[in-house]
């Protein structure tokens, strides 16, 4: 109980600096530039669209609306997972909340205000429109999710490669849409000019890696090797490898789910800057994987795999890559199980 009062009473910092950003995108301000905003902006443009109907609220307000449509939104994850993989059974729906509940990236992304779960349920409720063939709201959906989760746009291979045209179309104008808008509101692109130049890429530098709360592939490698070059090869050659392998998974197997899960975890791998909090899109990878599979063994190296992303330790910890390793065991059962549904 106390946990939760904390979460609706102190300051979510990740929230805090949108919320902020999404002002200083009305009043015409230069968001990268605002100096109190807690660790600067990260985000294009278009993401502070989202963020623009809370601003009408005092900060508190806001920040507890999101609170509560991110909490809906876990839920919602959660929900439409089952629904997509056809499972009913409501016992172990109920335990999937509680562990989910229970781990360290929930509670990460919770307190930080962080938008990965809403961002999940709207890249989840696309899939299972593209599924149902309506493919249109599905590309609705993926543009709202790209625009919402920059990182998102990964997800574009997946319906190239499976030639869903209509729902790539559809993405795209809402992408256009949302810089329209602000441009709309601004009168210029020039907030896009500097995010490009001066924003983004730092973001692609490999300097501080290695702190543990980055668990993606970068880190891995970065708490490995002290030299910038070395990090930047390894890191480079063995991500290109995995989208490259992701693009054949996507382009040969004709099992959506397991491929999708696949994608999913291979986005955790590559992405350059993949904090704790990010691997709560695992969630979709658990529960396909679970239902896949039906060695006993497999679901207790899954179950393993779910202790070790669950888990926050010390950096100092002999186990600083415990999330890291988590993912990689359930990447390696993903494709286990794919080579048997070709």
Sequence with gaps: MEALIRLFTTVAPDFQV?????????????????TII????????????????????????????????????????????????????NLLMFFVVILSLLSFPTKFT??????NFIALALLLFS?????????????????LVISLKTIFVYFLLFYILKKQWKVITYAFLILLLSTLFVYLIRGNLDLYKFYLTDI???????????????????????????????RK????????????????????????????S???????????????????????PFIVLVKYSKNIL??????????????????SNLLRDNVFMGTLILYIINLKLLNKAI
Excluded at 18 to 34: C, E, G, Q, V
Excluded at 110 to 115: D, R
Excluded at 263 to 281: C, E
Aim: a positive charge; glycine letters at 4%; hydrophobic letters at 55%.
């Design 18 to 34: 949108l919320w902020l950003a999404s002002k200083d995108l009305l009043t015409l301000n230069n968001p990268y530039l605002n």
């Design 38 to 89: 807690f660790t600067g902006v990260g985000y294009p443009p278009n993401s502070l669209l989202f963020y623009l109907p809370l601003t009408v609220f005092n900060y508190l307000v806001a920040q507890n609306i999101f609170t509560v449509l991110s909490i809906l939104a876990l839920l919602f994850c959660i929900y439409i997972s089952f629904k997509i993989l056809k499972i009913r059974n």
């Design 110 to 115: 919770l307190g930080m205000g962080q938008n």
């Design 127 to 143: 899939y299972l429109l593209c599924k149902e063939r309506k493919l249109q709201y599905a590309g609705i959906f993926l543009g």
């Design 200 to 230: 983004l890429p730092p973001l692609f530098r490999f300097e501080n890696r290695e702190i543990y709360m980055n668990q993606g592939l970068s880190g891995f490698i970065s708490r490995l090797f002290e030299d910038i070059n070395i």
């Design 233 to 260: 090869l390894l890191t480079s050659v063995i991500s290109i490898i995995l989208v490259l392998y992701n693009c054949l998974v996507i382009f040969k197997n004709k099992n959506v789910d397991l491929v999708f």
């Design 262 to 284: 696949l994608t999913i975890i291979t986005l955790l791998l590559i992405d350059s800057l993949a904090w704790q909090h990010h691997f709560v899109w695992s969630l979709f």
């Design 298 to 315: 497999i679901r207790l190296l899954i179950f393993m795999a779910c202790i070790l992303i669950s888990l926050n330790l010390p950096s």
